[in-house]
């Protein structure tokens, strides 16, 4: 990364996080890029250049958090000596980050809302392609050590990531514990349904 290069990614880190905590105190919808120059002192015109569009800003916080998210189970990842004890480690971090994350009602917001710009979907698409590819990696390797059975892995990888979409919306409101016995159940459900017999 050049030096021009480093300067205009440190110039989207600024704007992003002082328009992050206008999304957390707002909501995703509330949050004008008025606000968002306001609370920056930057123009419009160098938050479009930036970004393109609020969509854009909003994205580029959600990718940081995926990051973040990754680099937070890659530290932990060796605790859990099987892909059964994974999938019951992975539903865990997800409740606590769900949870606990300050994005998580903007991100609800963001992602329930209107039609998205075609850059945008195609930037979510890919976010989800990420997110499959992981899903598939700890069910091959399930498979590969003789845990679950030999099966469709991009069917499995699929009914996986809805299962957390699905558990993640449904899950607003309950208590922590509540929600982690929730994500435990879920993924005994799963874990059933794939596990390989052992005759």
């Known amino acids: 990364m050049n030096k021009k290069q480093l300067q205009t990614e440190q110039t989207k880190k600024k704007l992003a996080d002082a328009s992050k905590a206008l ?12 606000d968002i120059v306001a609370a920056t002192g930057s123009s419009k015109g ?12 909003f994205l580029y916080l959600i990718d940081e958090w995926d990051r973040e998210w990754e680099e937070s189970w890659a530290a932990k990842e060796h605790l859990y000596h099987t892909s059964t004890e994974k999938i019951y480690g992975l539903a865990e971090q997800l409740v606590i980050d769900d949870m606990n994350h300050p994005l998580t009602k903007a991100a609800d917001e963001f992602f329930t809302g209107e039609k998205k710009e075609n850059d945008i979907e195609e930037r979510i698409a890919l976010m989800f392609e990420r997110h499959l590819q ?8 399930g498979i590969e050590s003789g845990e679950f059975k030999a099966d469709n892995v991009n069917n499995l990888a699929l009914i996986l990531e809805s299962t957390i979409i699905g558990l993640s919306q449904m899950s607003r409101g ?8 929730l994500y435990r159940q879920a993924a005994s459900v799963f874990l059933h349904g794939i596990a390989k017999n052992k005759d």
């Open 23 to 34: 999304f957390v105190q707002k909501g995703y919808k509330a949050t004008s890029i008025e």
């Open 46 to 57: 160098n938050i479009y250049y930036h970004f393109k569009s609020k969509e854009g800003l």
């Open 174 to 181: 309950m208590e922590p514990d509540q929600a982690l016995a």
């Open 134 to 141: 992981f899903n598939k990696q700890m069910i091959e390797q």
